[in-house]
């Protein structure tokens, strides 16, 4: 009989067998690149969401319990930026009294210090094009007679003192009442606010080189970081008698600055003011505003009549993500009611 003769693929075959093999890895390997992507997107998302909550919930328990018969000041930082929310970069700053529950140390990890009103600031650091540090302070009042006082009102006229007060982690606190903070003089009182706000009040100019910035070469001054990777922190309040929140840029969105609640010259925005409003209660409230806002001054003196405060805030915050995979960051909405 005749031998059976080898069997096995071709050439032809061959070949096929291994261009398939290959679509095949080819396939995996972009499903593989895929999932890892998303994975990563999902953790970028996770971190930037986990930001959020912080900044919410920190923001939630100082304007539950907002003091308005303190002093409260809001001033409104823009900066034109193509990439920003609405094209302008918000770097908005605030500073009024809270109550609560506070707790810190004294100067050089001393006993703990509890209170229960405290003055808070709360301070966008950051440089042009980047995100920045969003900063939160808080000078727990205290009738404690070991500790002495850190300034004298009477006579700290210069802004760097109040500036190394606002990023000092280890003095935390304030020996002045709320009465003695509202009745300063006015020079203690310009300078405590360009210091800690970097906001002059008498001519609204913006100084970038004041406020509570971090110190790189401190890490205690990072007890007062809030969150990294925020390149927006905007406040605006819901005012009854316009219908709508204030202050905006452009409030009708056609373009033009001509309706701006901020201070505009020419058409532009004006970079090197800021808008600002500063109520302190009394047995007569009294209230001042910064370029731009005052056009929208109501002559009525009750804090809900009050452009820029009201009985809500809505803050728009954009946070990015450590690695930069979600381009231009994440951009939210937050709305904190605190009653009539």
Same mark, same amino acid.
């Given at each position: 009989?005749?031998? +059976?003769?080898k069997?096995?693929?071709s #050439?032809v075959e061959?070949?096929v067998a291994i261009? #398939?093999?290959?679509? #095949?890895?080819?396939?995996a390997? *972009?499903v593989?690149?895929?999932?890892? @992507?998303?994975?990563?997107?999902a953790?970028?998302?996770a971190?930037? !969401?986990q930001?959020l909550r912080? %900044?919410?919930? @920190?923001?939630d328990?100082d304007?539950?319990?907002?003091?308005?018969?303190?002093?409260?000041?809001?001033?409104?930082?823009?900066r034109?930026?193509?990439?920003?929310?609405?094209?302008?970069a918000r770097? &908005?700053r605030?500073?009024?009294f809270?109550?609560?529950?506070?707790?810190s140390?004294?100067p $050089?990890g001393?006993?703990?210090i509890n209170?229960?009103?405290a003055?808070v600031g709360?301070? #966008?650091?950051r440089?042009?094009g980047?995100?920045?540090? !969003?900063?939160r302070?808080?000078? %727990?009042?205290t009738?404690?007679?070991?500790?002495g006082?850190?300034l004298?009102?009477?006579?700290a006229?210069?802004?760097?003192p109040? @500036?190394d007060? *606002? +990023?000092?982690?280890?003095?935390?606190?304030?020996?002045?009442?709320i009465?003695?903070? *509202?009745?300063?003089p006015?020079?203690?009182?310009?300078?405590?606010i360009?210091?800690?706000?970097g906001?002059?009040?008498?001519?609204?100019?913006?100084?970038?080189q004041f406020?509570p =910035?971090v110190?790189?070469?401190?890490?205690?001054? +990072?007890e007062?970081?809030?969150?990294d990777?925020?390149?927006?922190?905007q406040?605006?309040?819901?005012?009854?008698r316009?219908n709508?929140?204030?202050?905006d %840029?452009?409030? &009708? $969105?056609?373009?033009?600055l001509?309706d701006?609640?901020?201070l505009?010259?020419g058409?532009? !925005?004006?970079e090197?003011? *800021?808008?600002?409003v500063?109520?302190?209660?009394?047995a007569?409230n009294?209230?001042?505003?910064?370029p731009?806002l005052?056009?929208?001054?109501d002559p009525?003196?009750?804090?809900?009549?009050?452009? $820029?405060l009201?009985?809500a805030?809505?803050f728009?915050i954009?946070? =990015?993500?450590s690695?930069?995979?979600?381009?231009?960051?994440?951009?939210f909405t937050?709305?904190?009611?605190f009653?009539?």
């Open positions: 009989m005749p031998g +059976r003769g069997s096995g693929l #050439l061959l070949l261009g #398939l093999l290959a679509m #095949l890895i080819v396939m390997g *972009a593989f690149r895929i999932a890892v @992507q998303t994975t990563r997107i953790r970028a998302n971190e930037i !969401l930001r912080v %900044i919410t919930l @920190q923001l328990a304007l539950g319990g907002l003091y308005k018969h303190g002093e409260v000041f809001i001033a409104y930082v823009a034109k930026e193509p990439n920003a929310v609405g094209n302008y770097m &908005d605030m500073m009024f809270s109550t609560g529950t506070f707790r140390t004294g $050089g001393s006993s703990a209170g229960q009103v003055r709360y301070f #966008l650091s440089r042009a980047g995100s920045g540090t !969003l900063i302070f808080r000078h %727990i009042l009738a404690e007679p070991s500790l006082p850190v004298d009102p009477n006579t006229t210069d802004p760097r109040w @500036q007060w *606002a +990023r000092d982690p280890q003095h935390q606190y304030d020996r002045m009442t009465q003695q903070w *509202a009745q300063m006015y020079a203690s009182k310009r300078a405590a360009i210091g800690m706000m906001v002059d009040i008498e001519s609204g100019l913006v100084d970038h406020g =910035h110190d790189p070469a401190d890490p205690c001054s +990072r007062l970081v809030l969150s990777l925020v390149s927006h922190f406040v605006q309040a819901w005012s009854d316009l709508r929140w204030v202050p %840029i452009d409030p &009708d $969105g056609n373009g033009a001509s701006s609640d901020l505009v010259s058409g532009v !925005l004006e090197d003011k *800021a808008a600002f500063l109520w302190s209660s009394g007569a009294k209230v001042s505003f910064g731009g005052a056009g929208l001054k009525g003196t009750q804090f809900l009549d009050v452009p $820029g009201g009985r805030f809505k728009t954009t946070i =990015h993500d690695k930069g995979l979600i381009k231009g960051g994440r951009t937050y709305v904190v009611y009653g009539s």
